[in-house]
């Protein structure tokens, strides 16, 4: 079976870090795309950043270009989300998912269950 175990998020004030991991289990996702998703209450979700399992070309939202940086460790399984400089507009439930598209949530197959990133003002 495979699996997406997101971990990392929690609570953090205006201005600091977190970084998110999603461990894969079951298989590789080579040739797929490895995205991040958010969705804060009351909201639809949004793309937030991915990048191409083998290749490792990355890309971004506009809001959240030049703060998050995503990556991933092939040896591993693991793909990271290093947020920085956060925000409380970023609060929200962050998925990891693993799909053949970039930035649309309907092209990717495989969800984890979503970890809670609240920020503080």
């Known amino acids: 079976q495979v699996q997406l175990v997101e971990s990392g998020g929690g609570l953090v004030q205006a201005g600091g870090s977190l970084r998110l991991s999603c461990a894969v289990y079951?298989?590789?996702?080579?040739?797929?795309?490895m995205g991040w998703f958010r969705q804060a209450p009351g909201k639809e979700r949004e793309f937030v950043a991915a990048?191409?399992?083998?290749?490792?070309?990355?890309y971004y939202a506009d809001s959240v270009k030049g703060r998050f940086t995503i990556s991933r460790d092939n040896a591993k399984n693991t793909v990271y989300l290093q947020m920085n400089s956060l925000k409380p507009e970023d609060t929200a439930v962050y998925y990891c998912a693993a799909g053949d598209g970039i930035y649309s949530y309907t092209r990717y197959d495989h969800w984890g269950s979503g970890a809670q990133v609240t920020v503080s003002s």
């Open positions: 079951g298989r590789t996702f080579r040739g797929y795309y």
């Open positions: 990048i191409s399992w083998s290749g490792g070309s990355t």
